[in-house]
């Protein structure tokens, strides 16, 4: 990958000219390959990561494994575009193994998140078994340790 | 009653305990203060090399090791420096696993030096090397490096040092404080004036996989400087090792006995559980020092950018983990400026003037911290500069 999408991965917040001076890079020519890239949709757009747990309104994520028969000359782009369509479904993968698309979401509670599941995603025609997983924990998001990590108690303080 | 004054060596007494000892008093008392102070890693140890050493404990393997390390460590020390840098030393009687590349500068001064030796210092450097040089009954000669030169160590200046009691050269580089660095170029001139003379060659190489260009060149591969140079490495920077505390010292044959000797007498072993940690490190760890090597230049090349529009003068430092910008402009001597930054905007940097003659009127200021701490300096710096 690019050191410029490298650096805005990990750092949205960059502005062009850090990242100028980081790479090494003449300003403008950043600039114009940071427009470049959200032009095309390289860059989809900048966002924040969250730490749930330190939000008060909590809500549970779920990974739903869905079977799928593909329909004639559709393949599954076809399903898969039914569902990604929910804005209750926040990614949406095409896998290989046991089952076919696996879908993650979010809901306020459990049984809004089943209730989705029965009534949208089972329903969809070629969806033949559904299993839905509720997170219980998440530890690592994105590269990112969620729980603080503990800092060493002594540390010498000049080297 | 025991008068102390009495009992204790007069040489440790001597020993200066640090020339800025009260920077370092409010720097321990500021708990929120971000630091580019001290000369180490952000980054933990890579995570397969703590298993390593985690593997090892849970098999039991608490005892000493062999008094020089573990073969299969020295087989892959030896490895490890013909493949990044083309030097090769025997594992069997050329490599000694050290504690921390310290220990390692430590024998090597002892084993060579008698009472009233010379041995030759590059200045600013790394704090160690005098106060070692005095414990074995040598004397240290500092000879100041320039920023004209890039704080490059001179032939001329070289020259200028030697005496008939000359009896070792300390060659710290790439450098802590400066990031200088050593060019092939700069080394064989450097082995032009030594290469008739009986003067040893103390390799600091550290920071050798900290380069950012052109990779490192040890002195020991200029012709006829191998048989006189005593190389000194570790796992503390480039596997951000340091609390392991392991580092090697490699060298002819004939010195590294002596060596070992008071490696034996002193210390017996390095820690077992670091050593098998540091196997791993050598064995698989070639891509850990690459990606670490990538982000420490990205944010070398953030905080040299940010400290010149600042308007503060420096030059690009090539090696290690430091930028050492020049603070004359300000008018403050160099503590001055670190006591009043580190009150005023709550960052630490290190004053020069700690790092021997010729630090005066520099700081030195450590990017292996997050680009976001680099950023935050950077502000931080701009509005104390501005202020003054």
Redesign the interface.
């Known amino acids: 990958m690019d050191?410029i999408l490298k650096?805005l991965e990990?750092?949205g917040r960059?502005t062009p000219t850090?990242i100028a001076?980081?790479?090494?890079q003449d300003e403008t020519e950043v600039q114009e390959t940071i427009r470049k890239y959200e032009a095309d949709g390289t860059i989809l757009k900048y966002t924040a990561l969250i730490n749930e747990d330190q939000v008060p309104a909590q809500h549970v994520t779920a990974m739903i494994e869905l079977k799928i028969s593909p329909q004639q000359g559709q393949g599954y782009d076809r399903i898969a575009q039914r569902i990604y369509q929910y804005n209750e479904v926040e990614s949406l993968y095409l896998m290989t193994g046991s089952y076919d698309l696996l879908v993650t979401m979010t809901a306020k509670t459990m049984k809004d998140a089943a209730q989705f599941v029965y009534e949208h995603l089972a329903a969809i025609d070629g969806v033949t078994a559904t299993a839905t997983h509720f997170v219980m924990k998440k530890y690592k998001e994105k590269n990112c340790v969620l729980a603080k990590?503990p800092e060493?108690e002594e540390?010498?303080?000049?080297? | 009653m025991i008068d102390y004054g009495t009992v204790l060596s007069d040489s440790v007494k001597a020993l200066e305990p640090s020339a800025i000892r009260k920077f370092f008093d409010i720097l321990e008392d500021m708990e929120d203060a971000i630091s580019l102070g001290i000369g180490e890693p952000d980054f933990v140890t890579p995570w397969h090399i703590r298993d390593a050493g985690i593997h090892s404990l849970e098999k039991g393997f608490t005892r000493y090791t062999g008094n020089a390390g573990l073969s299969r460590l020295r087989v892959e020390i030896s490895k490890y420096l013909n493949r990044k840098f083309g030097i090769e030393y025997k594992y069997s009687d050329q490599i000694i696993v050290t504690v921390g590349g310290s220990e390692g500068i430590d024998l090597a001064i002892r084993a060579l030096v008698n009472h009233g030796d010379e041995v030759i210092i590059p200045v600013p450097s790394f704090v160690c090397y005098g106060p070692i040089t005095r414990l074995a009954g040598g004397v240290p000669v500092f000879v100041e490096t320039k920023v004209e030169n890039e704080f490059r160590l001179t032939a001329q200046e070289l020259r200028d040092a030697i005496t008939p009691k000359t009896k070792a050269l300390v060659l710290p580089f790439p450098s802590n404080p400066t990031g200088a660095i050593m060019e092939r170029a700069d080394l064989e001139a450097i082995a032009e004036v030594l290469r008739d003379t009986n003067i040893m060659i103390i390799s600091d190489e550290i920071y050798a996989e900290l380069t950012y260009g052109d990779r490192h060149v040890s002195i020991a591969n200029i012709p006829d400087m191998y048989a006189r140079t005593v190389y000194i490495g570790g796992f503390s920077k480039s596997y951000a090792m340091t609390g392991w505390r392991m580092g090697y010292a490699c060298g002819p044959a004939d010195v590294i006995r002596e060596m070992l000797k008071i490696h034996q007498y002193a210390v017996m072993s390095a820690p077992t559980t670091s050593q098998y940690s540091a196997i791993e490190a050598m064995s698989n760890g070639d891509a850990d020092i690459e990606n670490m090597r990538l982000e420490y230049d990205q944010r070398r090349r953030l905080l040299l950018s940010g400290l010149r529009e600042i308007g503060l003068e420096c030059f690009e430092p090539r090696g290690a983990f430091y930028v050492f910008p020049s603070i004359k402009s300000t008018g403050l001597s160099s503590v001055e400026f670190c006591e009043k930054f580190l009150l005023q905007e709550k960052i630490a940097v290190i004053p020069g003037s700690a790092f021997g003659e010729g630090g005066e009127g520099f700081v030195r200021i450590c990017y292996a911290s997050s680009l976001e701490n680099i950023k935050i300096a950077l502000e931080r710096m701009q509005r104390f500069v501005d202020s003054l």
């Open positions: 050191e650096l990990k750092d960059m850090q001076q980081a790479t090494g990590a060493q540390r010498l303080y000049f080297v």
